[in-house]
Antibody, heavy 118, light 107 residues
Framework: EVQLVESGGGLVQPGGSLRLSCAAS????????LHWVRQTPGKGLEFVSG????????FYADSVKDRFIVSRDNSQNTLYLQMGSLRADDLAVYYC???????????WGQGALVTVSS | EIVLTQSPATLSLSPGERATLSCRAS??????LAWYQQKPGQAPRLLIS???NRVTGIPARFSGSGSGTDFTLTISSLEPEDFAVYYC?????????FGQGTNLEIK
């Protein structure tokens, strides 16, 4: 069974940093591109960042470019999102999602809540 | 960036009724559209890919249609477990974007 489990969410002050992790199991981790998608009540679902299967290509939404870094460790079956210079509008539930053979998000984690507040 | 506009924002129906949800793209996206279902406290679940391909395990009462800029998700006869929020999503242009959702609620 494919599973994606996020961790690392929490409360951080504006300007602070946080690292999210997404532990994967139930499939060959190195097969697939992985993305981070966030959800807020106001803006709904929003692509944040993505990384290719081999980790050589990374992609970012304009809203997080130069502040967030996505990476993966294929030997540990884990995806990461290093978030810096956090702002109030980064408050969201962050999901990791797998890009399946159909090139759509076919599996999602349960989400990690990131709260940015002083 | 492609904007996806879903309508209606809220749809109130009873079990057994037919639901028709719409998604309109700000420019043509061919058939690069998917539909997701999300229930409270859960992650989105992929229902339909490439506008009309039902994902394995999704009941046949769910169907998708459309191409270009106008798309429809139809639930032929609502079951109690179908009441949820539905999102459309495009991958035609970068960045991938989502619609704002249609809340399908019990009347």
């Amino acid at each position: 069974e494919v599973q994606l489990v996020e961790s690392g969410g929490g409360l951080v002050q504006p300007g602070g940093s946080l690292r999210l992790s997404c532990a994967a199991s139930g499939f060959t981790f190195s097969c697939c591109s992985l993305h981070w998608v966030r959800q807020t009540p106001g803006k709904g679902l929003e692509f944040v960042s993505g990384i290719s299967a081999n980790g050589l290509s990374t992609f970012y939404a304009d809203s997080v470019k130069d502040r967030f870094i996505v990476s993966r460790d294929n030997s540990q079956n884990t995806l990461y999102l290093q978030m810096g210079s956090l702002r109030a509008d980064d408050l969201a539930v962050y999901y990791c999602a797998r890009i399946g053979l159909s090139d759509w998000y076919d599996y999602w984690g349960q989400g990690a809540l990131v709260t940015v507040s002083s | 960036e492609i904007v996806l506009t879903q309508s209606p924002a809220t749809l109130s129906l009873s079990p057994g009724e037919r639901a028709t949800l719409s998604c309109r793209a700000s420019q043509s996206i061919s058939r690069y559209l998917a539909w997701y279902q999300q229930k409270p406290g859960q992650a989105p679940r992929l229902l339909i890919s490439d506008a009309s391909n039902r994902v394995t395990g999704i009941p046949a009462r769910f169907s998708g249609s459309g191409s270009g800029t106008d798309f429809t998700l139809t639930i032929s006869s609502l079951e109690p477990e179908d009441f949820a929020v539905y999102y459309c999503h495009q991958r035609s242009n970068w960045p991938r974007t989502f619609g704002q959702g249609t809340n399908l609620e019990i009347k």
